[in-house]
C-alpha cells in the first residue's frame, strides 16, 4: 500500500451517466482512451496508435475528475488520482519518488487510469520555477510516458485550466498529445446537470430548464451546490412551519431552486 498520502487509488463507481452535457467530450475520451484499453486488438488490426495521455483542458468543477473516474469504471480500470500542487508539496525528492511510484503501481496493478490534475503544478512551462526539484519531477514524468506503450494498459488523463501553463514538452507527441476540451455547460448542459443531482431528490413544481436558464455562468459543481442549498431551504422552511408538517411531505420545490440561485450568485 501506498505511503503517498497526495495519491489515491479506487475502483470508482461513476459513470458517463453521472456526467452531464460534455457529449462531445465524452465521446472523445471514449474512442481515444476507452477504447485502447477495452479493445486493443482493433488498433493492431487497423495499425493505428492511440494517443498516450489526454489532457481535459477547462475551468474548475465542470466535471474532469469525474470524467476521469468514468473511464476507469468502464474498463474496470483501477484509478489513481495524482493532486498535482499537494505532489509538488513535498519536500526535495519525495515528488519526483512520487511520480514513479504511482506509475509502478499502476503497471503493476493494470488495467489502470492514472489521473494527474492540475498537471500544471507537477509540470509548468514558466522557466521561474525551475528549481532542480521541479526539474526532475518533469523528467521523472517524460520518462514514465515515455515508457507506456501507445496500447498498453496504462491510460494517463490530466487535467488543467491553464494549458498555457503546462511545459510543452509534456505535450508532444506520444506524450500528453490529445487536447479535449472540458467547457462551461450551456442551457441545456446545465439542465442535464441539474436533473442529475434532483434524480433522488423529491421535488414539487420544479421547472428544471427555467432554473437551468438563470444559471448562466454555473459550473457543474455550482449546480451541484444550489440543490444542496436548496435542500437546506426547504428544511428550513419545513422545520420552521408552525404545524410541522409530516416529514414525508417535505419536498425541494421550484421557489426553493430559485432562492438557492440568489444565495449562489456566480
Ligand atoms: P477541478 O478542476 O476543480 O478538480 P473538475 O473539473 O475535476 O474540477 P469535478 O471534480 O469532476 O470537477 O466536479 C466536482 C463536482 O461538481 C462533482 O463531484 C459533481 O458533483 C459536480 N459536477 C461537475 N461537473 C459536472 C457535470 N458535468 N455533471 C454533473 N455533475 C458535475
Same mark, same amino acid.
Request: charged content about 30%; glycine content about 6%.
Given at each position: ?21 460534455? /457529449? !462531445?467530450?465524452?465521446? *472523445? ?7 485502447? $484499453? ?10 493505428? %496508435? ?50 514513479? *511510484? +504511482? ?6 496493478? /493494470? ?20 528549481? &532542480?526539484?521541479?526539474?526532475? +519531477? +518533469? ?7 515515455? &515508457?507506456?506503450?501507445? #496500447? ?17 514538452? $509534456?505535450? #508532444?507527441?506520444?506524450?500528453? *498529445? ?10 441545456? !448542459? #446545465?439542465?442535464?446537470? $441539474?436533473?442529475?443531482?434532483?434524480? %433522488? ?8 430548464? /427555467? ?14 451546490? +444550489? ?12 422545520? @420552521?412551519?408552525?404545524? @410541522? ?8 420545490? &421550484? ?6 440561485? !440568489?444565495?449562489?450568485?456566480?
Amino acid at each position: 500500500p501506498t505511503t503517498l498520502r497526495e495519491v489515491t487509488v479506487e475502483r470508482p463507481s461513476l459513470t458517463y451517466r453521472d456526467i452531464g452535457g460534455l /457529449a !462531445a467530450a465524452k465521446r *472523445e475520451v471514449i474512442r481515444t482512451v476507452e477504447w485502447p $484499453l477495452r479493445y486493443s486488438g482493433l488498433f493492431d488490426r487497423l495499425a493505428v %496508435d492511440a494517443p498516450t495521455g489526454v489532457l481535459l483542458s477547462g475551468p474548475p468543477g465542470t466535471g474532469k475528475t469525474m470524467l476521469a473516474k468514468a473511464v476507469a469504471n468502464s474498463t474496470d480500470a483501477n484509478f489513481f488520482a495524482v493532486d498535482g500542487p499537494e505532489l509538488m508539496d513535498r519536500y526535495v525528492g519525495e515528488s519526483e519518488r512520487g511520480v514513479r *511510484e +504511482v506509475f509502478e503501481r499502476a503497471r503493476r496493478v /493494470a488495467p489502470s487510469v492514472v489521473f494527474l490534475d492540475e498537471v500544471d503544478a507537477l509540470a509548468p512551462a514558466r522557466a521561474e520555477t525551475d528549481t &532542480g526539484a521541479a526539474e526532475r +519531477v +518533469v523528467s521523472q514524468l517524460l520518462t514514465e510516458l515515455d &515508457g507506456l506503450s501507445p #496500447r498498453g494498459s496504462v491510460a494517463v488523463l490530466a487535467a488543467t485550466n491553464r494549458p498555457d501553463a503546462v511545459d510543452p514538452a $509534456l505535450l #508532444r507527441p506520444g506524450r500528453i *498529445e490529445k487536447r479535449v476540451a472540458i467547457p462551461c455547460p450551456d442551457a441545456e !448542459a #446545465r439542465a442535464e446537470i $441539474l436533473d442529475i443531482h434532483l434524480a %433522488d431528490v423529491p421535488t414539487r413544481g420544479v421547472d428544471v430548464a /427555467a432554473v437551468a436558464r438563470r444559471a448562466a455562468g454555473y459550473t457543474g459543481s455550482d449546480l451541484a451546490a +444550489v440543490v444542496r442549498e436548496a435542500a437546506l431551504l426547504a428544511m428550513e422552511d419545513h422545520l @420552521r412551519a408552525d404545524d @410541522r408538517p409530516d416529514d414525508a411531505d417535505l419536498v425541494v420545490e &421550484g421557489s426553493h431552486l430559485e432562492r438557492a440561485l !440568489a444565495v449562489t450568485e456566480q
